[in-house]
């Protein structure tokens, strides 16, 4: 029952970490672009959804705000600010999308204040499901895994199955053919990095009520998002998706179950202690071993 | 070989800060000695990430977590020395403990860099931020040695009878010559046949391996010592602030060193005073102005990167054709 | 005697391609022996197998004896096989004399030195401007890489391979991009290398393989379908039908 539970939550965070992960990815893979303020959309979503749902008391309207907002700040940063630095190394991308996290971090900061904002689960899904004798699991978490289900197999098919998705592998998979086979590149990246924005937005909206909407809350999961783009391979949607169940398997179960399984052969309060920093760093383990085998990851865009 | 504006800067900056305790004295203004150690701490780790990445080559985001494990083994031995009843060996002397960050830090870059310099270049970014992560991560979950609270030290290290870190003076004319040695070492290392090759590996890399050099070696050596410096800066902070937390090692100071490093100007020998200097003094100046001072620092490093890439340092040396 | 160089069924293929198919060859010591073929032949595949940056999925090459087969190219240096690149290769914002040091560098000692200035080894700088003057460019020893004509470029190019005194010398189309004056110039170059080592030459300018080749080896989609002295080369049908054609002289 347990482990069902847990599996259940492993699929939750792994859905919703894939959506961070999708958009890093093919911004990654598309434009060449390392950037470190993507988990600041995760909070913008968050803290956007937050307070349209309080003021209006919809969640379908605070959802759509939240998505909007992400979608239109990233595709003005991308216009104004971004599209400097894609022929400029790695160093002034990393220095630039720094900076937007301290000017994202502050201005939050400043419009919210410093101290963690509340965002209530929305009543219609306040309550739990007996999903079998004995695990009864919370109605808003199994939301979360239906939404990101949802919008997963949303986004497969229009990479898939749409022009805008022919011209995202063909720019993932080699740059320069695209543009000289006339794919407009810069629509193209300004609208790959909204959407990208905006699937932040909508895993930071999902996850409020359930995570602490607080400044920071992107720095923190920007560091899995990243483990996931390294395992899954770069540009490469189905590498982010296979990425993120990884991992969040890892984490989920290792968190759960690893105190129990060290208290086997350490006494019980290290391992309490342990367990949760040892689930961490398996995460970067397994990373780690994954890349000493496959140095590409494991599913990457490219040939 | 840079001579002419280099060294005279170098001269006139050392003399400066040998004098700045007298005259800080005489003005009443000790605050500053405080404040200048720092910055000789953040120099010397700003140095060391621009060994890394202006010499080597290497974008690093793990240089934070290097700091703070040098920080963390100087805190860790100095209790461990205190207490009845013993897990690790302690010692309080200076000579043993900030040795031993610089091991720490030299052996944790050793293994971070044998992983991450197996994959492809984008990737290395990735995986040094991967691991500075797991090294938070891992002392944030050690309870015994502080965890989320951070570990205290009861008093600076032992350097010599008659000679007291306590004394705040005492203690800034250390970690001056610490970093002028540093300095002079990193000022050979980079002209020596090591250095040479660093350069050569990250103008062309396949051509140096085409030559004959064994590329990933020089690149671990080169990463290492950049920990052994890391390591060293570390133990001067927790001395200093005699105290050291997870938070230290939270990525975003990584960032903060590299955001030193293009301010000072990278590849450029006095880029680590130049980077933690000005860093620290736009710190001051705007959170005088507005405790939003963060915004300001943001839009500050944009404009330097968009259009002063090449940084501080860079004002003193003739554009390389 | 045993060949310096030698491959027996080398294999590679890319995804569908065949681009290395069961090449045997062999290049006897101090011969100018060259390797020609119509584009796409493989003949840059087969030059890469050779210097270690591509892996074969089958056969073996033999260096002086020794199995190379999957020995990584900065191994293969020592062991005293050097290449230089159909696309020029070099460090740029260096002098020439600077480049060349590097290369001198790798087979001089271990460079994990860091106190010594490299600039106070002479020894280094006289072996650099030995191979200055090998390749012609003594009086250009000062001038940044940036600032060379593209012949002196191609010069230097083969200078950062003869630096580290090699036994056999791969060099990939030494000529591509040249005028008629530059290519007279590397042809005498070449020439000058055969009594200090041996040459194994992709090219793609006729006139100059039958003037410098001691051997040729003609590669068409990955085979090998003639060996052999220039007049053999020169008589033979299937090259004739495969390639010549128009070109030959």
Known sequence: MLFLEQTLNALQLGLMLFLIAAGLTLVFGIMDLVNLAHGSFYMLGAYVAATVAAK???FAAAFLVALAAAAGVGMLVEWLLLRRVYGRGHLSQVLVTFALILIANETVRWIWGANPIDMGVPRSLAGSVALAPGLSYSEYR???IVAGLALAAAL?????????????????????????LGVDTSRLFTLVFGLGAALSAFAGAMLGPILSVQVGMGEAIIILAFVVVVIGGIGSVRGALLGSIVVAAVDTYGRAFLPSALGAFLPLDIATHLGPGLSQVSIFVLMAAILFFRPRGLMPATG | MKLGATWWFGIVAVVLLVLLPPIASFTQQEFYIGVATRVLAYAIAVSSLNLVLGHGGMLSLAQGSLLGAGAYTTAILTVEATKDVTFLPGATSAWITWPAAMLVGALLGLAIASISLRTRAIFFLMITLAFNQMLYYLFFSMKVYGGDDGLGMAARSDLLPGLALENDTVFFYVALALFAIFTFVQHRLVHSRFGRVLEGIRINEPRMQALGFDTYRYKLVCFAIGGAGSGLAGALLVNKNLFVSPGLLDWLQSGTLLVMTILGGVGQLWGGLLGAAAYLVIEELLSAYTQRWQIGLGVALIAVTLYAPRGLGALFVPRRP | MSPVLATTSLRKRFGGITATDDVSLDVAAHEVHALIGPNGAGKSTLIGQLAGTL??????ILCNGLDVTHMPAHKRVAHGLARSYQITSTFRGLTVLDNLVLAVQATAGSSFRFWRPASAEASLYDRAREVAALVDLSAREDVLVDH????????????????????????????AGMGKEESARMLHLIERLRSSTTVLLVEHDMAAVFRLADRITVLVYGRVIASGKPDEIRRDRE????YLGAAAS
């Not at chain 1, 022919?166 to 080699?174: L, M, T, V």
């Not at chain 3, 892996?55 to 073996?60: K, S």
């Not at chain 3, 004509?149 to 030494?174: N, Y």
Request: proline letters at 4%; hydrophobic letters at 45%.
């Open chain 3, 239 to 242: 090259v004739r039908e495969a």
């Open chain 1, 156 to 180: 497969f098919w229009m990479v898939n199955c749409t022009r805008l998705g022919i011209w995202i592998r063909a720019g993932a998979s080699n740059r320069d053919m695209a543009r000289a």
């Open chain 3, 148 to 175: 060379l004509s593209h012949g002196e470029e191609r010069q230097l190019e083969v200078g950062l391979a003869l630096a580290s005194r090699p036994r056999v010398l791969l060099l990939d189309e030494p000529m």
């Open chain 1, 56 to 58: 209006s008391g919809s």
């Open chain 1, 142 to 144: 199994l939301a979360i």
């Open chain 3, 55 to 60: 892996r074969p999925d089958g056969g073996t």
